[in-house]
């Protein structure tokens, strides 16, 4: 059974920073898409960063958001620097196998973790 489980998620103050994990299991994803999606209360969910066959950005997070992965342990990170309030979201993890033709899209996923969430105070 395929899991994705995020953590790190918290309370910052606003220009903090955290560091969110996605640790996945019942198979390895070394060469898989894989993306962070966010959620607030009342919207719809988001692209946030993407790795597939590059790295790919929320024009709202770039420059301060930077996805990346460790193939040996299986995971998938989102460092977040300069965090803001609008920031504040439930982040959710997404993989899927091989590459995919719309990385920003949540439809190209067809795995998600429980989510994790980040509130940034003002």
């Known amino acids: 059974q395929i899991q994705l489980v995020e953590s790190g998620g918290g309370l910052v103050q606003a220009g903090g920073s955290l560091r969110l994990s996605c640790a996945a299991s019942?198979?390895?994803?070394?060469?898989?898409?894989m993306a962070w999606f966010r959620q607030a209360p009342g919207k719809e969910r988001e692209f946030v960063a993407a790795l597939s066959r590059s790295e790919y950005y929320a024009d709202s997070v770039k420059g301060r958001f930077t996805i990346s992965r460790d193939n040996a342990k299986n995971t998938v990170y989102l460092q977040m620097n300069s965090l803001k309030p609008e920031d504040t979201a439930v982040y959710y993890c997404a993989a899927q196998t091989g590459l995919v033709l719309l990385p920003r899209s949540p439809s190209s996923y067809g795995y998600w973790g429980q989510g994790t969430q980040v509130t940034v105070s003002s």
């Open positions: 019942g198979r390895t994803f070394n060469n898989d898409a």
